[in-house]
């Protein structure tokens, strides 16, 4: 994920950081639950 462009405030800098810590979270339990679907077969 690449985010580009200029910060203006603290609250903005708040938001773009939870989305990139959902992002990332979202990812791991993607990789997750991939391995488990291999796991079974």
Not at 18 to 25: L, N
Request: glycine letters at 4%.
């Amino acid at each position: 994920m690449l985010i580009v462009g200029s910060i203006s405030n603290i609250e903005e800098q708040r938001d773009i950081r939870a989305i990139a810590e959902i992002f990332i979270i979202g990812e791991r339990f993607r990789y997750l639950a991939l391995q488990q679907k291999n796991k079974k077969k």
